[in-house]
Each structure stands twice: as structure tokens, then as C-alpha cells.
């Protein structure tokens, strides 16, 4: 919320303040969300989705799928470098929640 209301001119330290943001880095796309998410766009893909806001301890920092929780407070308050994430996201296998997906409904089988 003091991002969003750009107290102490807090906005002119970014380049740019979204609430949902996707982005390729390094050859990597991400989805980036204050908030997690449980579904976001190339989930089924290995997409990551990288989030903050719930304070997760470490041993719960990770999400569905390629999802990870980089507050500092959850890393020894130093934050994440994208290569880093890249190395620990490439050792979690692609999820996907299918449970209850709208986009699957009438659907007779689902080829995998």
C-alpha cells in the first residue's frame, strides 16, 4: 500500500509498479504478483510464478507448481538473484491444479 500510494515518493525507485506483471528474463518467463496465485498464465508450461506478501517460512516458501515465495524474510533477509531462482525453479517439476478448472469441464479425456 505505500507503493500503490507512492508515499515518500517510494514509485521513482522502481521502473516500473504493476500488480500483475509477465516477463522473459534470461530466456526464463515469469509471472510476478505481489500476491500468490493459484493459476496463472503458462502454469502447465514451467512458467514461474514468483510472489511475496504472506511472509512464508522457508520450508513453505514454495507454491504449485513453479510458484516461490521471494520475501527476504523467508531467505535470511537478502533477496533472490534470477539466476538463482532459475537454478532452484529448475529442480521443481511443471505443476498444474486441475482440480476444479472450469476449462476442463465437458472434456472426455485429457491426453498427457
Known amino acids: 500500500h505505500h507503493i500503490d500510494r507512492n508515499r515518500d515518493f517510494v514509485q521513482g525507485r522502481f521502473l516500473s509498479v504493476q500488480h500483475y506483471l509477465e516477463v522473459n528474463i534470461e530466456g526464463q518467463d515469469f ?11 503458462g502454469l502447465a508450461k514451467g512458467v514461474i510464478h514468483l510472489h511475496g506478501h504472506v511472509h512464508l517460512p522457508v520450508h513453505r516458501k514454495f507454491g504449485n507448481g ?16 534470477i539466476s538463482e531462482i532459475i537454478k532452484i525453479m529448475d529442480k521443481i517439476p511443471i505443476g498444474s491444479d486441475l482440480s476444479g478448472d472450469h476449462h476442463l469441464d465437458g472434456l472426455v479425456g485429457v491426453v498427457g
Not at 509471472?31 to 498464465?41: D, I, M, R
Not at 513453479?66 to 538473484?81: A, E, I, Q, T
Open 31 to 41: 509471472v510476478l504478483c505481489h500476491y500468490p496465485l493459484q493459476s496463472w498464465h
Open 66 to 81: 513453479k510458484r516461490l515465495d521471494v520475501g527476504v524474510d523467508g531467505n535470511g533477509m537478502d533477496p533472490y538473484s
